[in-house]
């Protein structure tokens, strides 16, 4: 079962009314020296902690997030026991993984769920361990999936990556570095050159030097 198929609900709502209302007892969501007023693990609010239970309140995040400083290196707990400035969950993980995150990314996940469409899309269904993804995109507009990877440093073997959501009646091409690859259609793969490609459960699998960065567009005809 996919997420978008769970019946939430108003779940996030009642939660998110609950904390801001909590928030309001004490203040707000931003204590006097500019971090995230928070609840601890007691459930009680300790004004001076850097994380928030808000994230979902976008604009809120993105004006106040870049503003928010130390936690890093600070102690976790004070005299009396409890947190100071984050717990370690953020300052260990999550608060590294907004940085890396999209601009938006899970906030575009939660307001905007996607559908059974999106599944029957082009992906990438498996790949080599030492590929690095840079992009990895589906257009529906253009009916294009578009890839750009490379091997990591000091990986000089060819690599392999499986696209799935491609056998789906009509046929397909492959452009590497703007140069056509492969076509097909049904269970039928033809290659230009000394590409590697052959039929996989739901598309195709592709075997390459992947040494040099690539650009690979799979376009849908």
């Known amino acids: 079962m996919k997420v978008a198929d769970w019946n939430w609900g108003d779940v996030f709502e009642m939660f998110a009314r609950g904390c801001q209302k909590a928030w309001a007892q004490f203040g707000g969501p931003l204590a006097p020296d500019g971090h995230f007023t ?33 936690g890093w290196l600070e102690p976790w707990r004070n005299a009396e026991g409890h947190l100071t400035a984050m717990s370690p969950a953020n300052g260990n993980a999550m608060l590294q993984y907004a940085r890396l995150n999209v601009n938006d990314g899970l906030c575009k996940l939660y307001e905007e769920p996607w559908n059974e469409r999106h599944f029957d899309e082009p992906l990438v269904f498996d ?44 046929g397909w091409q492959l452009e590497i570095d703007g140069i056509r690859a492969a076509h097909g259609i049904a269970d039928r793969v033809e290659t230009e050159g000394a590409i590697d490609v052959r039929c996989a459960i739901a598309g195709f699998r592709l075997r390459l030097d992947a040494s040099t960065p690539l650009s690979v567009v799979l376009r849908l005809l």
């Open 38 to 70: 928070t609840f601890d693990q007691t459930l009680s609010m300790q004004p001076g902690q850097g994380e928030t239970w808000g994230a979902w309140n976008g604009a809120f995040v993105r004006e106040t997030f870049g503003k928010q400083v130390g």
């Open 127 to 170: 790949a080599s361990h030492a590929l690095d993804f840079s992009r990895a995109a589906y257009l529906p507009d253009h009916k294009a999936l578009i890839l750009s990877f490379c091997s990591f440093d000091g990986f000089d073997q060819p690599v392999e990556l499986e696209i799935a959501n491609v056998r789906n009646g009509g």
